[in-house]
């Protein structure tokens, strides 16, 4: 059965601290790794797919990385507006769509 | 904004009650997908749909189902309900089947059983 353990739960930072998210999975032939970004209350937003361990891609503030048994959702500088909860989802074989998705980490930044 | 619409926003019912959320997909995607969020499962994908027949199944119920209409908006029916079922459901939609597609989120139905 696919895992996928994100860490810290929660984390806390002043306004430009960067810092790392972590997102470990257990999958066997893994299709591709997502990033979504979510809001109190709203849906999630889509982030980053990665599909291959070596694979970096980037959106502002954001870079995400990927191993063949983690991603990391490195964050620059963050501000106020980036404190959100990030979830991480695995796809794994099978030729469907069946993502499972981690617990998420609830991020805030303070000014 | 996504361009993807749920109704309703809120639904409070009661157990053993049955009840319908409805999706509109954005302009042009043919896929919708279901979520189901709560505190203690994290979000769970549910089931897919691609230009009207389903496509991918997940941790989806028995009591549970789903369908895409002609239109492409879709509905999902909650049966039978239990306090357990008290969450919010999301749909997503895309443009097409791939599992590399962009999917965009709508603004969830929160519902509650009482």
């Known amino acids: 059965e696919d895992q996928v353990t994100q860490s810290p739960e929660a984390l806390r930072l002043q306004e430009g601290e960067s810092s790392s998210l972590n997102c470990s999975y257990t999958v066997s032939g893994l299709r591709g790794l997502f990033w979504y970004r979510q809001d109190p209350g709203k849906g999630p937003e889509f982030l980053f797919t990665?599909?291959?361990a070596g694979e970096e891609k980037e959106k502002e503030r954001l870079k995400a990385t990927l191993t063949k048994k983690e991603s990391f959702l490195h964050i620059t500088a963050p501000k106020p507006e980036d404190s959100a909860t990030y979830l991480c989802?695995?796809?794994?074989?099978?030729?469907?769509?069946?993502?499972?998705f981690g617990r998420g980490t609830s991020l805030i930044v303070h000014p | 904004d996504s361009g993807v619409t749920q109704t309703p926003k809120h639904l409070i019912t009661a157990t053993g009650q049955r009840v319908t959320l409805r999706c509109s997909p954005r302009?042009?995607?043919?896929?919708v997908y279901w979520y189901q969020q709560s505190l203690d499962q994290g979000l769970q994908f549910l089931i897919q749909?691609?230009?009207?027949?389903?496509?991918a199944k997940g941790n989806i119920l028995e009591r549970f189902s789903a369908q895409q209409f002609p239109d492409l908006h879709s509905e999902l029916n909650l049966s039978s309900l239990e306090l357990g079922d008290s969450a919010l459901y999301f749909c997503a939609s895309s443009l097409s089947s791939r599992e590399t597609d962009t999917q965009y989120f709508g603004p969830g139905t929160r519902l509650t059983v009482l």
């Open positions: 990665l599909y291959s």
């Open positions: 989802a695995v796809q794994g074989p099978g030729g469907s769509y069946i993502p499972t």
């Open positions: 749909y691609y230009n009207g027949e389903e496509r």
């Open positions: 302009s042009g995607d043919l896929s």
